[in-house]
Every structure is written in C-alpha cells, then in structure tokens.
C-alpha cells in the first residue's frame, strides 16, 4: 500500500496563485509523488499576499492537517518555498524528530530529510533556511526602502482611495483626482452631513452614481467610513500607522472635512441650515456672472442675482418650482420609449465591459507571469552564486540583464494599469442607467440627492432675462438626441 503524502506550495502573489507558479509546483508535486510511490492526498497553498499571521496560521494548521491524519511525508519544491522564517523551520524540525518515520522532501534541492539524516543533509537544510530567509529579507528591505523614498516626496506607495488614480508622469506613479469621480466622492462628504444619512445609505447612492471598486463591485458601508476618515483627502497619507505630508491634489477642504468627523465621532449635534435651496449656487446670472441666491417667501423659493448691476435690476425672479418643473421635463426626455431596446443596450455594453475588463486581466496576468518568472530566476542565480556555481562577475552580469527585463516589464504594466484606469465604460454605463431611473427618482429624493442628479445629468444653470436655460451634460445631450429619434421612429 502506498504511503500518504501531502504537499505544500507557496506562492508570493495572486497573480501566482491563480496563474503559472501554482500550476507548475502542483504538477512537480504530483509527479514526484508518483514516482516515489507516494499517495498524494492534498496539496496545501500559502499565498505571501496575505499577512504574516494569516500565513504563520495556515502553515500551522497545514502542519496540524499533516498530523492529525497521521501523513508521513510531506513534498516541497525546495526549501525557500517551505520556509521563509526560523519559526516555520522549527515547527518542522518539531515534526520530523517526534517520529523518525516522517520525511519531507524538497525535489530541487534533491534533498529528503528525516530524523536519522545526516548531520551533512541537516546542515544543508540549514543554511538553505537561512539562504530563504536573507533573500525574503532582501526583497523587504529594497521594497520599504522604495516606500520610504516615495513619501518622503509626497506621494502613496499604493492604491489611492476612490476619487482618485495612479498617473505616470515623468517616470513616476502620482496620485490625481479622477476626473470622472472625484466630484461624486466630494458630494458624498457634503450628503453624509444630512440628517438620516449614513454609511449604508451613502453606499447605495455611490453604487447608483456608477462609484465602483476596482473590480467592478459596489462599495460596501465599511469602506465608506474608512473613506469619509481617509486624511488622504486633506493632503495627508496614511502608511503603516504613520501620517505623512501629501503633495496630492485635493478637493476636500478642511472645513468639511471637520464637519463630517464631528458627525461621525459623535461630537456635537450638527447645526442644521433652517433654509435650504435645491438650486443653491448652480444658477449663474448670464448678465453680470453674479451667482443667484434664494430667499424664502410664502413658501416658496425666489431666486435672484445681487442685481448690482443696472440691467439685473429689472429681471424677474425665479421660483424654484417652476424651474423644477422644466428640470422634470427634461429628464423625462432621456427616458427611452423601448425598454426592451435599453435593455438590449444596457446588455450590450455590459458584455463589451466584461470583454475589456477580461482583456485587461489577461494581459497583466501575462505581465506578471513573466515578472515572477523573472524574479524566480534571480532568485536561483543568486542561489548559484551563494553556493559557488557561478563567479561574482557572471551573476553580476545576468543579474544586471535580469533587472533591466524587469524595469521594461514593470512599466508596461504601469501602462497598462493606466489604461484600466481610464476605462470610463463602468461610469459611462452607470450613467446610461441614472438617464433612465433619473426621472422616476428626481420625485422622491431628498435636495442633496437630487443636486447630486443635477450635477450628473446637467452641465450648467444659465439665468437671463427671467428665463433660466438649462444644458445637459454631454452624455446627457448624446442620451436625448437618441431618445429623440427613436420616438420619431416608433413614432411616439
């Protein structure tokens, strides 16, 4: 009867861990297993992308797996795949000298070490242990070193929050505001401060306003608060439990910022405005260029300019219902006659967005692929130097030619990570859907959520000679003039 065996892959990233690096270390492990006679009953994955406890928990309970069913065997690629820590190579020191039967094996090494070994092959798998982890500690230090340098001149070693994206310029990743979102991420903070506002309420409105993750998927109330906490929107980065002075852009000011801290740390009760105009500071009077201000009377709103100038001192005012009525109108207008035909477009552009984001993917997977290749490499060549199989000079060389190859992969992955970045097909499908819902919902929303719709659908407020005209946003210009045509066509 064969002996039981189980096996132990680690992978350092997700990349890795759905892509070559896996695959091939399972198909070693299969096929040595076979030829020694083994039955492989398992084989354990340990991805380094999570954190140092979460990986020191897995290989525990690996290791608890391993002896609770009583496996004899245990199959690695090679050592610095099986320990990256002191603490993982006692644990499995542990394990083989609590019974002299146990024997684990790493394939590259040629190395299978038990109890009774010799004290050759436990010095080997000595000085490979700490061989693993002086080039983990390597990889580390490079890494934070980069890290440190990149907040010294102000910028984030990292994703940027929402409202923001990675930009290459002159060579160098930077966060910037994101022209398609960071004005709704703004609108967030300003809405949370409304009475009956909240995490989860703020959540669904991002989700409706096409305010997605990277992945496509809608924001979950939890990162809404770390989002409203972020001092990243007030030009500070937080790293590592440290605050570092940003150079970002920013478009929270710091009065608001105030604001939504003290509701949310429950500090004072928040001093509601007793008046609060839809149109407040959207209306711009075409004669003087004067913002229109409302005053409250009979229980209505009337709006007008300062009127400082002599030809604004004879326009009517406006009321703020009448023009709600002409808004109304308007998005009436985008609302398609068909829905089976904005149901067929909405599908249409869902799958071209399922298409792009999984062209992306594959081609940053293939990217990666190649980096970690790259990177394994390396990491044997200086594996080879340590142990005297090449000279300085030739590591020098290929490392050198190793490190260039990784610099040119690394910036077209850059670039291509920029490109995801500017695919604006989420948002613009997103919108294509607020078109349709945006007349239904304009009824029973509150003032700060229909200023958000506002804002998304209308591009500008323009007042003369008592008329106010109203532009849609160039979406929204491109949304009525289809809808337009096909009421012609269906003849509605």
């Avoid at 997700?14 to 695959?23: N, V």
């Avoid at 239904?440 to 003369?464: A, D, E, G, N, P």
């Avoid at 109203?470 to 337009?484: P, Q, R």
Wanted: charged share 30%; net charge positive.
């Amino acid at each position: 009867m064969r002996e039981a065996a189980v096996g132990i892959a680690r992978v350092s990233s997700k990349d890795q861990e759905d892509g070559y690096s896996l695959e091939s270390q399972d198909k070693l492990i299969t096929t040595y297993s076979d030829n020694q006679n083994l039955r492989l009953v398992k084989v354990i994955k340990i991805a380094e992308t999570a954190s140092k406890a979460k990986q020191r928990r897995i290989f525990r309970e690996a290791m608890k797996f391993v002896a609770e069913h009583n496996i004899k065997h245990l199959i690695v690629e090679k050592v610095d795949r099986h320990a990256r820590n002191f603490y993982d190579a006692v644990e499995t020191d542990e394990w083989l000298q609590s019974d002299e039967t146990r024997k684990i094996h790493f394939i590259k090494d040629s190395l299978v070490l038990h109890k009774n070994s010799r004290s050759q092959e436990w010095l080997n798998w000595g000085i490979r242990v700490v061989m693993a982890k002086n080039y983990i500690d390597n990889l580390r230090e490079e890494a934070m070193k980069g890290w440190a340098e990149k907040l010294a001149q102000g910028w984030m070693p990292g994703v940027p929050p929402a409202g923001y994206i990675n930009k290459l310029v002159n060579g160098k990743r930077i966060q910037v505001p994101n022209d398609k979102t960071w004005r709704v991420i703004k609108a967030m903070f300003e809405l949370y401060l409304q009475p009956g506002q909240n995490g989860k309420t703020i959540a669904k409105e991002m989700e409706l306003l096409g305010i997605h993750t990277r992945k496509g998927r809608p924001y979950a109330p939890s990162y809404v608060y770390k989002m409203l906490t972020n001092p990243f929107y007030i030009g500070i980065i937080p790293w590592d439990g440290k605050e570092y002075p940003g150079k970002q852009e920013t478009f929270i000011d710091r009065a608001l910022w105030d604001r939504v801290q003290e509701k949310m740390h429950g500090g004072r009760p928040l001093v509601l405005k007793k008046h609060n105009p839809l149109f407040k500071n959207m209306i711009t009077c075409e004669t003087c260029g004067g913002v229109v201000t409302w005053q409250l009377q009979k229980g209505r709103y009337y709006g007008a300019c300062q009127r400082r100038n002599p030809a604004c001192k004879i326009k009517k005012t406006i009321r703020e219902d009448r023009l709600e009525e002409t808004v109304q109108a308007l998005l009436n207008s985008l609302v398609c006659p068909s829905k089976e035909l904005m149901n067929w477009v909405v599908q249409q552009l869902e799958a071209k967005r399922a298409t792009t984001s999984q062209t992306h993917e594959d081609s940053l997977e293939s990217i990666n692929k190649q980096i970690d290749r790259l990177m394994r490499m390396d990491s044997d060549l200086y594996d080879d130097k340590l142990a005297g199989d090449i000279t300085r000079d030739i590591y020098t060389t290929k490392h050198a030619a190793f490190m260039e190859q990784l610099n040119e992969l690394r910036s077209k992955q850059a670039a291509l990570e920029g490109k995801v970045n500017k695919n604006d097909l989420p948002q613009r499908l997103a919108l294509l859907k607020l078109t349709q819902m945006a007349a239904k919902l304009y009824q029973t929303r509150t003032i700060q959520q229909k200023r958000v719709i506002l804002t998304k659908l209308f591009s500008s407020f323009t007042y003369s000679d008592g008329v106010v005209s109203v532009k849609y946003s160039k979406f929204a210009s491109v949304i009525a003039g289809k809808t337009l045509k096909t009421k012609e066509i269906l003849g509605r």
